[in-house]
């Protein structure tokens, strides 16, 4: 373990680099021979990697499974990209979207599959329409959701039920199930004429993790395929499509990763390419990923940035954000675990937890909780979500510090003692 004097020397070193990049790369260069978890608790390194954003210092956020800041190395790059592509719009911004090319090498190896199975997309919902709307589904056929993900796949479904006469099944999953539980549930729903199974793989709102490697066993020994919504899990934590075993994984870009608004990418499994059509007309082959891309013009500027979040992403350290966001997401845990009146909702194995939890307050409706955060403590969260369990979920990230949670509980603690 480095001593604190050693530790200090490298926090000064992040603080003198130039740019995201240089300070995430010095970081990482700070925490050598630290394990992820030691790294998480020092205040003074993850002090030195906020400084990789330009926050606005009203706000403290906590609304990393929505929309994140930006790193400074995106924020220039976007901006001297657009300038780049306006001076000269045909050359320059075909020479930025070719960088697409890089990006998908890059994801491929982030997600643990070949890059011929990924393509670049515009967000999470964009991906899951692609295979919602290009699997050949026929009149009866089933498909298999829980009511987690009902917000985005479920209406896409709805459609395809309503022209097409596909029937949706839906489970209601208990709050913070085991894998188990889930794994039974999603079994006794499924039938003969199953042919997708939908799951989330961080479910939105509630914080628990889907065993997705489990549901795709499931799905595959029934003859059915499995799409999986990563919109949160991806760039939060790392992943495995190797590991997760589904036929289709949808993430967002532009949440955890940190890249610019408007991108996405989407898994699609080799053997699963060809049968998969496309949203629009292409004149790519069938077995082409780049067939899911091929939508007329796009933004090189927005494409070509994606480096840059990819870099920042790459020198920090999955690991280490990872074991980050879930500290500082168990200091918020510790702190209202006997508050009266006061519900946590995550992930219940803490070796499999992630950095997002729903907080209920009993009596306080979610949306007013917000606003109470908000305007009362300049916090940022977020809740819309009627029922029994209506309440604000919080994802912290890495320019988030111990003092952010800190006020944060604080504020729950006084907003329950009204």
């Known amino acids: 373990m480095l001593t604190r004097r050693e530790s200090l020397l490298g926090t000064a070193a992040v603080a003198f680099a130039a740019n995201a990049v240089s ?73 930025l979207w070719a960088r697409i090319n890089n990006h998908r090498e890059r994801l491929a190896k982030l997600m643990g599959c070949e890059p011929e199975e990924v393509a670049i997309t515009r967000n999470t919902t964009e991906g899951l329409n692609i295979v919602g ?23 896409i479904f709805e459609q395809r039920a309503n022209r097409h006469g596909i029937v949706v099944r839906r489970i209601e999953l208990p709050v913070a199930p085991t894998a188990r539980q889930t794994v039974r549930l999603f079994e006794e729903a499924m039938s003969p004429r199953t042919k997708l199974v ?77 049968a998969l059509w496309p949203l629009y007309g292409v004149r790519r082959d069938a077995d082409d990923i780049r067939k899911f891309e091929d939508i007329g013009t796009r933004c090189g500027p927005t494409l070509a940035a994606i480096g840059q979040a990819l870099d920042f992403y790459e020198q920090l350290g999955p690991e280490r954000k990872a ?21 946590v909702i995550t992930e219940p194995d803490a070796r499999k937890r992630s950095g997002l939890a729903r ?31 209506d309440g604000v979920y919080i994802s912290p990230n890495v320019f988030n510090s111990s003092d952010h949670m800190a006020a944060f509980s604080n504020a729950i603690k006084e907003i329950t003692a009204r």
């Open 23 to 95: 300070i995430a790369s010095a970081a990482a260069q700070s925490a050598r021979g630290r394990s992820a978890d030691d790294v998480a608790r020092d205040e003074l390194f993850w002090m030195s990697v906020a400084r990789a954003y330009r926050l606005d210092g009203r706000w403290i956020i906590l609304n990393g499974g929505g929309n994140n800041p930006h790193p400074t190395s995106v924020v220039e790059a976007l901006s001297r990209f657009n300038a780049m592509s306006s001076s000269a719009p045909r050359p320059h911004n075909y020479t």
């Open 133 to 155: 709307w290009g699997l050949s589904l026929n009149e009866g056929d089933e498909v298999l959701m829980s009511d987690v993900d009902d917000r985005y796949a479920g209406k």
């Open 198 to 274: 939908v799951a989330s793989h961080l479910a939105d709102g509630w914080g628990y993790v889907l065993p997705i490697r489990e549901l795709s066993d499931l799905a595959h020994d029934r003859g059915a395929q499995l799409l999986a919504d990563g919109a949160l899990s991806f760039g939060q934590f790392p992943v495995s499509m190797r590991e997760l075993g589904c036929d289709y994984f949808a993430p967002s870009l532009h949440k955890w990763p940190n890249a610019p608004l408007g991108t996405g990418a989407l898994y699609v499994r080799r053997d699963r390419l060809e």
């Open 323 to 343: 074991a980050r966001v879930r500290y500082l997401l168990s200091l918020v845990m510790d702190s209202l675990d006997r508050v009266h009146g006061v519900r």
């Open 359 to 389: 907080i209920v307050i009993e009596g306080v409706t979610g949306v007013d909780l917000t606003r109470m955060l908000r305007e009362e403590f300049d916090i940022y969260t977020y809740g819309n979500m009627p029922g029994p369990n």
